[in-house]
């Protein structure tokens, strides 16, 4: 899992800092939202050539650790 988070980089010059791969101009948003689109994991590759499979891996993986949080409910 470390393997694949290190490949989801955030530089302050590019989009914002928001999160990409590997440095490239492809966000995680980009994929996440290809993937929620319905298409494959090659139809994403053939999309965004730059791409590897375990990119969108790594997408999946950092998405999934964005949303676990445990919640706290005030009484």
Avoid: N, Q, Y
């Avoid at 101009?25 to 929620?36: E, K, N």
């Amino acid at each position: 899992m470390i393997d694949l988070l290190s490949r989801i980089t955030s530089e302050p010059d590019k989009f914002g800092g928001r999160p990409c791969i590997r440095g490239l101009r492809i966000r995680v948003i980009d994929v996440l939202d290809l993937l929620a689109a319905g298409l494959s994991h090659a139809e994403i590759v053939e999309e965004l050539p730059d791409l590897e499979p375990d990119d969108i891996k790594a997408a999946l993986a950092f998405a999934g650790r964005r949303v676990d949080h445990p919640l706290i409910a005030a009484e």
